[in-house]
Protein backbone atom coordinates (compact mmCIF):
# COMPACT_ATOMS: atom_id res chain seq x y z
CA UNK A 1 0.00 0.00 0.00
CA UNK A 2 2.63 2.64 0.98
CA UNK A 3 5.42 3.34 -0.95
CA UNK A 4 8.18 3.28 2.06
CA UNK A 5 8.40 0.12 3.96
CA UNK A 6 9.22 2.17 6.79
CA UNK A 7 6.50 4.48 7.21
CA UNK A 8 3.19 2.94 8.03
CA UNK A 9 -0.72 3.92 7.28
CA UNK A 10 -0.81 4.87 11.34
CA UNK A 11 2.30 6.64 11.04
CA UNK A 12 0.29 9.26 9.16
CA UNK A 13 -2.18 12.13 9.61
CA UNK A 14 -4.15 14.07 6.92
CA UNK A 15 -5.54 17.57 8.35
CA UNK A 16 -8.08 19.43 6.55
CA UNK A 17 -10.19 23.21 7.52
CA UNK A 18 -13.19 21.60 7.83
CA UNK A 19 -15.08 18.65 8.75
CA UNK A 20 -16.99 18.63 4.94
CA UNK A 21 -13.66 18.53 3.49
CA UNK A 22 -12.44 16.20 6.54
CA UNK A 23 -14.87 13.29 5.60
CA UNK A 24 -14.01 13.80 1.66
CA UNK A 25 -10.82 13.07 2.09
CA UNK A 26 -12.03 10.05 4.51
CA UNK A 27 -13.83 8.97 1.69
CA UNK A 28 -11.54 9.17 -1.00
CA UNK A 29 -9.04 7.38 1.22
CA UNK A 30 -11.52 4.04 1.59
CA UNK A 31 -12.29 4.19 -1.95
CA UNK A 32 -8.24 3.79 -2.90
CA UNK A 33 -8.78 0.96 -0.10
CA UNK A 34 -6.39 3.02 2.05
CA UNK A 35 -7.40 2.38 5.69
CA UNK A 36 -8.47 5.72 7.95
CA UNK A 37 -9.95 6.79 10.77
CA UNK A 38 -11.90 9.61 11.98
CA UNK A 39 -9.79 11.89 13.92
CA UNK A 40 -12.58 12.34 16.40
CA UNK A 41 -12.72 8.86 16.65
CA UNK A 42 -9.16 8.71 17.74
CA UNK A 43 -8.20 7.47 20.81
CA UNK A 44 -4.12 7.96 21.02
CA UNK A 45 -4.01 4.23 20.99
CA UNK A 46 -1.57 2.95 17.97
CA UNK A 47 -4.01 1.66 14.74
CA UNK A 48 -3.07 0.86 11.54
CA UNK A 49 -5.22 3.75 9.52
CA UNK A 50 -4.50 7.29 8.52
CA UNK A 51 -6.09 9.33 10.71
CA UNK A 52 -7.88 12.12 9.19
CA UNK A 53 -9.34 15.05 10.86
CA UNK A 54 -9.58 18.72 10.92
CA UNK A 55 -7.06 21.22 12.65
CA UNK A 56 -8.59 21.94 15.45
CA UNK A 57 -8.85 17.74 16.30
CA UNK A 58 -5.66 17.69 16.07
CA UNK A 59 -4.86 20.02 18.87
CA UNK A 60 -2.30 18.59 21.50
CA UNK A 61 -1.78 15.09 19.30
CA UNK A 62 1.67 14.57 17.14
CA UNK A 63 1.99 12.39 14.28
CA UNK A 64 5.19 11.46 12.42
CA UNK A 65 3.79 12.38 9.05
CA UNK A 66 1.24 15.04 9.18
CA UNK A 67 -0.27 15.91 5.15
CA UNK A 68 -1.94 19.36 4.74
CA UNK A 69 -4.00 19.44 1.39
CA UNK A 70 -6.14 22.06 0.02
CA UNK A 71 -4.41 25.17 1.01
CA UNK A 72 -5.73 26.94 -2.12
CA UNK A 73 -6.81 30.37 -1.69
CA UNK A 74 -10.50 29.44 -2.52
CA UNK A 75 -10.23 26.71 -0.21
CA UNK A 76 -9.61 28.53 2.69
CA UNK A 77 -11.24 31.90 2.56
CA UNK A 78 -8.57 34.23 1.15
CA UNK A 79 -11.51 37.05 -0.04
CA UNK A 80 -13.98 38.66 2.49
CA UNK A 81 -16.73 37.60 2.53
CA UNK A 82 -20.12 39.65 2.16
CA UNK A 83 -20.77 40.38 4.95
CA UNK A 84 -17.62 41.02 6.73
CA UNK A 85 -15.16 44.11 6.94
CA UNK A 86 -11.96 45.04 6.97
CA UNK A 87 -10.97 44.32 10.57
CA UNK A 88 -13.76 41.46 10.95
CA UNK A 89 -11.67 39.84 7.97
CA UNK A 90 -8.16 40.53 8.97
CA UNK A 91 -9.15 38.67 12.80
CA UNK A 92 -10.61 35.74 10.67
CA UNK A 93 -7.27 35.21 8.53
CA UNK A 94 -5.64 35.79 11.95
CA UNK A 95 -7.63 32.62 13.51
CA UNK A 96 -7.06 30.63 10.23
CA UNK A 97 -2.94 30.90 10.23
CA UNK A 98 -3.38 29.82 14.28
CA UNK A 99 -5.14 26.84 13.46
CA UNK A 100 -2.71 26.16 10.26
CA UNK A 101 0.19 26.19 12.40
CA UNK A 102 -1.30 24.37 14.99
CA UNK A 103 -1.91 21.87 12.02
CA UNK A 104 1.89 22.23 11.03
CA UNK A 105 3.12 21.50 14.71
CA UNK A 106 1.41 18.22 14.84
CA UNK A 107 4.45 16.84 12.26
CA UNK A 108 7.41 15.06 14.09
CA UNK A 109 9.18 13.85 10.97
CA UNK A 110 7.29 15.32 7.85
CA UNK A 111 5.03 17.81 6.76
CA UNK A 112 3.77 18.13 3.30
CA UNK A 113 1.81 21.30 1.94
CA UNK A 114 -0.46 20.76 -0.96
CA UNK A 115 -2.08 23.84 -3.02
CA UNK A 116 -3.81 22.46 -6.52
CA UNK A 117 -4.58 26.31 -7.33
CA UNK A 118 -2.93 29.93 -5.70
CA UNK A 119 -1.90 29.09 -2.43
CA UNK A 120 -3.49 30.93 0.27
CA UNK A 121 -1.80 34.01 1.50
CA UNK A 122 -2.30 32.93 4.86
CA UNK A 123 0.70 31.04 4.04
CA UNK A 124 2.83 34.15 3.27
CA UNK A 125 5.45 34.66 5.84
CA UNK A 126 5.18 30.45 7.15
CA UNK A 127 6.45 29.15 4.53
CA UNK A 128 8.95 29.55 1.24
CA UNK A 129 8.06 28.57 -2.07
Not at 3 to 11: H, N
Not at 56 to 75: I, N
Not at 76 to 98: C, I, N, V, Y
Amino acid sequence: MLAAPSVAAGDLAVLLPTNRLAEEYRRRLTALEVPCLDLAKYDGNPVDAVKVGTYQRAKGLEFKHVFLPRLEARTLGDQPRTDEDAESHRERLALLRRRLFVAATRARDTLWLGAADDPSTVLDGLVRP
